[in-house]
């Protein structure tokens, strides 16, 4: 990736597991190249960075109340509150942050259904 902290556009994303590929593929290893690898490919070429929204959006009712569970624990005020823009940013930083977000699960009180979704992430 351009920074070596994410992947900007889907062409950093598609590099490494064209690479990955082709290696595979040269070493013999087809069978492994041809299977999830290349069905990955084939999505990242249709749906780009997209895909990866997809993924972490799949219930975002359920994405808000978890964020909201771990920003009220960190007393940083309600996250379904925050501005789009405010959110965005916030969550840029924690990914890019070296540190855990929260320091284990266990102490933060939440409901079953934030439970569940905080074992997805």
Request: hydrophobic residues 40%.
């Amino acid at each position: 990736a351009g920074s070596g902290a994410f992947f900007s556009t889907s062409r950093e994303l598609l590099e490494p597991l064209v690479l990955m590929h082709d290696s595979l593929q040269e070493c013999g290893d087809g069978f492994i190249a041809r299977g999830g690898l290349r069905d990955l490919i084939r999505r990242v070429q249709s749906f780009g960075l997209f895909l990866v929204k997809l993924d972490v959006r799949q219930e975002s009712g359920r994405h808000e109340e978890v964020m909201d569970a771990i920003t009220s624990h960190l007393g940083l005020g309600s996250y379904s509150s925050w501005a789009e823009a405010t959110k965005l940013q916030w969550l840029t930083n924690e990914l890019l942050s070296k540190r855990p977000l929260v320091g284990g699960s266990a102490a933060l009180t939440c409901s079953p259904a934030v439970r569940g979704g905080l074992r997805t992430l």
